[in-house]
């Protein structure tokens, strides 16, 4: 039986984005405001219900989006979206674990493994993480014990997914290959929430809620860097070169800039109440950081920290992402017209 199976698309509205300007200093260098007011392009539709996490593929020009309604993530799905258009165009149902109740393996977090066409899912709610082709929609292995498991990141470079779990203070990577577990790194008290890492060389970046640092694991070692940063950061998010990782602060509701070559913080941007989520988008070298307190998305040039604009978004902006040039965010608004949250394509305007 095919897994994949076609939805109505629906229409994508255009929305105006609300602009706003800041600066922010190194200690000692002053910086001064935009001349021009810079206006990204915004398109936004009201697509899913239970929106979490988005993913791009670039093998298939698809964007995936996982959804799970309530505490039971009844419903709970992965949806293909048309990049260009924000329709869907397939969905892709988990495996039922109860027949009786109609209780199914929740998706959450997401990630795309192109060299392999997969994908990689957390069920943070069945503490495990699993495994979808991209072409079939079969599910292909559920990975167990990963206890509260939330983010997902692909090493395609070195065949290697890692997953954080946050229940158990750990870091548990997977070989993409043979979809079976390599290693556990454990960093006794953290909370490993956010996850990057550089393909180049390996290395691995977690954010630590608990510990208000980032868990640094490279190839040669399995003893991790602790880096000291912001309050509360969440979410960590890499410059194509690997030169800095950008942490989103929840409690602070800032950025910081950490240099990989000197393993510390350097600067510290601005961003918004409840800055939940990061991005890095390469060809506008903008930081796009979703706010869910404030209902925003601040977007910084990685260049000075000049919070070039803020655009204000339905409620409870959940994730963001960039590929391509653009930024996709999914919230939790419930907004839509039959209840459906919101997704928002960005393009910055730098």
Do not use: C
């Not at 939805?7 to 000692?28: D, E, I, Q, W």
């Not at 260098?29 to 899913?48: D, F, G």
């Amino acid at each position: 039986m095919p897994v994949i199976s076609r939805r109505v698309s629906r229409t994508v509205a255009v929305v105006a984005a609300a602009a706003a300007s800041s600066a922010f200093a190194l200690p000692g260098v002053a910086l001064a405001h935009s001349a021009a007011v810079k206006t990204a392009s915004v398109q936004s539709a009201a697509v899913l219900k239970g929106q979490y996490q988005s993913a791009y593929s670039q093998r298939n020009k698809a964007l995936w989006v996982t959804t799970a309604v309530g505490r039971t993530a009844t419903p709970s799905a992965i949806y293909k979206l048309d990049p260009k258009t924000l329709a869907v165009e397939g969905v892709i149902n988990p495996p039922v674990l109860d027949a009786t109740t109609g209780a199914v393996e929740g998706v959450y977090g997401i990630a795309v493994d192109d060299e392999y066409n997969r994908l990689w899912v957390t069920n943070t709610r069945n503490n495990t993480v699993a495994v979808y082709s991209q072409k079939t929609g079969e599910h292909l292995a559920t990975l167990p014990d990963v206890a509260h498991a939330r983010e997902i990141v692909v090493d395609e470079k070195h065949n290697t997914v890692w997953a954080s779990a946050f229940g158990a203070a750990t870091l548990v990577a997977y070989d993409s290959r043979t979809l079976t577990e390599k290693k556990r790194i454990t960093v006794t008290g953290s909370s490993p929430t956010g996850l990057a890492v550089d393909e180049k060389s390996g290395t691995l970046y977690a954010t630590d809620l608990a510990g208000d640092q980032i868990i640094e694991v490279t190839r040669k070692s399995d003893t991790p860097a602790l880096i000291p940063v912001g309050d509360g950061p969440i979410s960590v998010a890499l410059s194509s070169d690997g030169r800095f990782a950008y942490t989103a602060n929840q409690t602070a509701g800032t950025v910081s800039v950490v240099d990989t070559k000197k393993d510390a913080v350097v600067a510290t941007y601005t961003a918004g109440a409840g800055a939940l989520s990061v991005a890095y988008e390469e060809r506008s070298k903008t930081v796009l950081v979703a706010n869910r307190t404030a209902a925003s998305v601040s977007v910084i040039d990685a260049r000075t920290g000049t919070v070039e604009e803020t655009i204000a978004t339905t409620a409870n902006p959940n994730h963001i992402e960039a590929a391509n040039g653009y930024a996709y965010l999914v919230d939790k608004s419930g907004a839509g017209a039959a209840g459906e949250d919101y997704l928002y394509k960005i393009k910055p305007a730098n």
